[in-house]
């Protein structure tokens, strides 16, 4: 058997920490840098380091990966909306426009833009050297961020990565961005539902199975397998069922499970453009009967963040029948078509 990867570090929030009591960054410069989104990842990924211990281990720097998965594009929307409003009256005037600039926008607007600037300052905390990434794919970015994480270790480029998602969309001018894809933006924060923005941020820790053994670490469980495939969500259903169909037979196979072997899966759920009935007729065509999890109806759609605390609600929310397969699966989806499908095989603690 080669290269195994554990899950020996859990780290899920949903709101940032109370101020007085606040898991952050050891470099507090950055606090007036970081999105709320971007907080709220800093204390899971400090919760997700601590529970793994994997800083007592002496590993060289250049042998721990970070990947991050989220949907920020930009800094918050609101400074540049109120220089536009502040002069827009049918033309630009560029003296007036920069004397806007001044007086609404922070001189640290481009900064807070960078998308990638979180995965810096991660990196900075926990003495990360090694391979990197980041995934802007909304839905199916944690998810692909976990992926390349287990990838990184399978080839042998690191002994542990950080795998994290993260995303706060609730402010409500930045929301409205989201309703071309469904999303019901009257009730920011309040429905819970793949279609109700949600905010959150998960960490794991994913790590060489022999080096988790070797310093007694706690393991969750394993990435076993992982797939991912491209629908085109403006085509007919039964082509985008026959390549998703194919997208999960294809992670069955790197996992070397079969079908029957699956306990249940956990699905993405999302309503835009019919994804969610091309997802369940191709699960049903393959698993038939088998049972489902959608937990976007309990915490609403956490975008990027939303495959990291759904698994880790699978590795730690449920107490473990030991007569059944600890084999399950999570399909996570983003607008733009992109499926990424993860098999992960629980352990019992």
Avoid at 107 to 113: G, Q
Wanted: aromatic residues 8%; proline residues 2%.
């Amino acid at each position: 058997m080669g290269k195994r990867v554990a899950i020996t570090g859990l780290g899920v929030s949903l709101k940032p920490a109370p101020s007085e009591n606040e898991k952050a960054f050891k470099n507090r410069k950055i606090k007036k840098l970081l999105s709320r989104g971007e907080k709220i990842f800093c204390r899971s990924a400090v919760d997700a380091v601590l529970d793994s211990g994997i800083l007592e281990t002496d590993t060289a720097n250049e042998k721990r990966g970070i990947f991050l998965g989220t949907t920020k594009e930009s800094s918050s929307r609101t400074e540049l909306l109120n220089v536009l409003k502040s002069i827009y009256d049918g033309e630009i005037r560029h003296k007036e426009f920069a004397e806007a600039v001044a007086e609404n926008m922070s001189p640290l607007f481009v900064i807070k833009s960078l998308p990638n600037a979180c995965l810096h300052y991660a990196a900075e905390e926990f003495g990360i050297r090694g391979s990197n990434s980041l995934f802007i794919t909304n839905g199916a970015a944690g998810s692909q961020a976990i992926a390349a994480a287990y990838h990184t270790i399978l080839r042998g480029d690191c002994i542990w990565c950080l795998a994290g998602g993260f995303d706060s969309h609730l402010d409500e001018e930045e929301a409205y961005n989201f309703k071309q894809y469904g999303f019901k933006v009257d009730t920011i924060g309040e429905e819970k539902s793949s279609e109700g923005l949600g905010e959150g941020a998960g960490t794991f820790i994913l790590e060489d199975y022999d080096h988790a053994v070797s310093r007694k670490a706690k393991i969750y469980g394993e990435i076993i397998g992982h797939g991912e495939t491209f629908l085109d969500l403006d085509q007919e259903e039964t082509e985008n069922i026959r390549v998703l169909k194919k997208g999960i037979c294809k992670s069955l196979a790197s996992a070397h499970e079969d079908v029957t072997n699956v306990s249940f899966i956990h699905a993405d759920g999302l309503t835009y453009k019919n994804y969610n009935v091309i997802e369940e007729a191709a699960i049903k065509d393959i698993f038939h009967d088998i049972p489902q999890i959608n937990s976007k109806n309990q915490i609403g759609n956490l975008l990027g963040a939303a495959p990291m605390v759904e698994i880790a609600e699978n590795l730690s929310g449920k107490e473990i029948d030991q007569n059944r397969s600890q084999v399950f699966m999570k399909l996570s989806a983003g607008f733009g078509g992109e499926v990424s499908i993860i098999v992960l095989r629980r352990n019992g603690l």
